[in-house]
């Protein structure tokens, strides 16, 4: 490819990018006319139509024996050991299973709504409860929390966990998000327009002035006969 030839690609390519740009002012109503309607609908949807879901979390601490006033290190290395052993109980079928039939429902219900996690370099086992129902949510925690501290005892012979946080009924829903949506919404719409007219820009196969025909027969326009409306 020669000098010339690159340098007339390389303007093709900045005239293109002008009139791409100019189309896209030119239409600059579209795209807002677009925003504004996407961010309506998804805000409308997710007011009116998304279920909100709201969370109670309980934490649980493994306590080590102290003796006055100085903590047994060697339990505190076994709770390490054993909290995740803990965490995988609570998401286990038995646990579940018996918080389920105190509460009439099925143990699939709690196990979709339920979360169970270690925090990261602690002892404190957090156990969380989403659902559409704040009191619903409480309800299940609660459940699972018992269950789990009884059966503990009873067959394991643990009784070191302590509640640290109780499970409380959520005055606000966690989800879904009215400003993540209407940032969604704008986003999309902007998407949507910008798009539509890049598609038309590219498939535009029209002449639309003397500029364009001489770059197309690639010889200059001696005239142009002009257009009168009737």
């Known amino acids: 490819m020669t000098d010339n030839e690159i340098l007339k690609s390389e303007d093709e390519i900045e005239i293109n990018l002008g009139e791409l740009f100019q189309l896209l002012k ?34 649980l601490f493994l ?10 290190y060697s339990q505190i290395n076994s709770n390490n050991l054993m909290v995740n052993n803990y965490v995988e109980m609570i998401k286990g079928n038995n646990i579940q299973g018996i918080a389920a039939n105190e509460l009439n429902m099925d143990a699939e219900e709690i196990n ?35 269950t789990f501290t009884k059966e503990a005892k009873e067959k394991l012979n643990v009784n070191n ?35 539509y007219l890049f598609i038309k820009f590219m498939l535009d196969t029209h002449i639309h002035n003397k500029e364009e025909v001489e770059k197309f027969l690639g010889i200059p326009c001696l005239g142009s006969v002009p257009y009168f409306e009737e």
């Open 161 to 195: 966990i302590t509640v640290v946080d109780e499970a409380e009924i959520a005055t606000e829903p966690v989800s879904p998000s009215l400003k993540l949506n209407l940032v969604i919404g704008a986003l999309l719409g902007a998407s949507l327009s910008i798009g």
């Open 26 to 59: 030119k239409n600059i109503k579209l795209i807002i006319i677009s925003i504004l309607l996407c961010t309506v609908l998804l805000g409308i949807v997710t007011v009116f139509v998304i279920n909100k879901k709201y969370e109670s979390t309980t934490r």
């Open 112 to 146: 979709s709504c339920l979360s169970v996690t270690n925090e990261t370099d602690t002892q404190i086992i957090s156990i969380t409860a989403k659902t559409i129902d704040p009191a619903l949510s409480k309800d299940i925690v609660d459940a699972v929390v018992e």
């Open 63 to 72: 306590k080590p024996d102290v003796t006055e006033g100085i903590a047994d």
